[in-house]
């Protein structure tokens, strides 16, 4: 017998799923009959909450939401006029020259965090010649997000059991 096989000889013997598994272990049983599961709502559905997600996943983009909420009054932004912005009438949104200010951005960083809320639903975009100005689409944000509660948390709401239901 070489080394070798004197080494091999002595490892105990466990087959890779029992390792895998570790002691004592269940498997998993097979559901019951007429149990279904799988998604609440349609592929497509799922896509736009991904998207919504990917949106809301950021720091910059919920604080220019923030920004967006609170208004141009609160957010003591320029005067559109002032700057030579088209038009009889001040846009109702924030311009992106306001989010690089506010955030520190560079014009092309702002407009990618802008356009990654608009392709998502949440923001509507006001252009004025050369200038954008964005605004909350309150509509589509509470659809989005009593959507997103449905898909993952429909029992939360209402206290009904399950295995979603958060520990108080």
Same mark, same amino acid.
């Given at each position: 017998?070489?080394?070798? %096989? !004197?080494?091999?000889? @002595?490892?105990?013997?466990?087959?890779?799923?029992?390792? *895998?598994?570790?002691?004592? @272990?269940?498997?998993? *049983?097979?559901?019951?009959?007429? *149990?279904?599961?799988?998604? &609440?709502? %349609?592929?497509?559905?799922?896509?736009?909450? =991904? !998207?919504?997600?990917?949106? /809301? *996943?950021?720091?910059? !983009? /919920? #604080?220019?939401?923030?920004?967006?909420?609170?208004?141009?009054?609160?957010?003591?932004?320029? %005067?559109?006029?002032?700057?030579?912005?088209?038009? @009889?009438?001040?846009?109702?949104?924030?311009?992106?020259?306001?989010?690089?200010?506010?955030?520190? /951005?560079?014009? @092309?960083?702002?407009?990618?965090?802008?356009?990654?809320? &608009? %392709?998502?639903? /949440?923001?509507?975009?006001?252009? &004025?010649?050369?200038?954008?100005?964005?605004?909350?689409? #309150?509509?589509?944000?509470?659809?989005?997000?009593?959507?997103?509660?449905? =898909?993952?948390?429909?029992?939360?709401?209402?206290?009904?059991?399950?295995?979603?239901?958060?520990?108080?």
């Amino acid at each position: 017998m070489t080394t070798g %096989d !004197r080494q091999a000889a @002595s490892r105990p013997r466990t087959t890779a799923g029992a390792a *895998a598994r570790g002691a004592g @272990s269940r498997a998993c *049983a097979a559901p019951s009959a007429g *149990a279904t599961c799988g998604p &609440r709502v %349609d592929a497509a559905t799922l896509e736009r909450l =991904a !998207r919504v997600a990917r949106a /809301l *996943a950021d720091p910059i !983009r /919920l #604080g220019m939401l923030d920004v967006m909420l609170q208004g141009r009054e609160r957010c003591g932004v320029i %005067d559109p006029a002032e700057c030579g912005v088209p038009g @009889s009438t001040e846009p109702d949104g924030i311009c992106v020259c306001e989010f690089q200010r506010q955030f520190g /951005l560079a014009q @092309s960083t702002a407009s990618y965090h802008l356009r990654v809320l &608009r %392709d998502a639903g /949440l923001v509507t975009e006001e252009a &004025r010649g050369k200038w954008s100005f964005y605004t909350v689409d #309150g509509r589509s944000m509470a659809d989005a997000l009593r959507a997103l509660q449905r =898909a993952l948390a429909p029992g939360v709401a209402s206290g009904a059991a399950g295995h979603g239901r958060p520990r108080t």
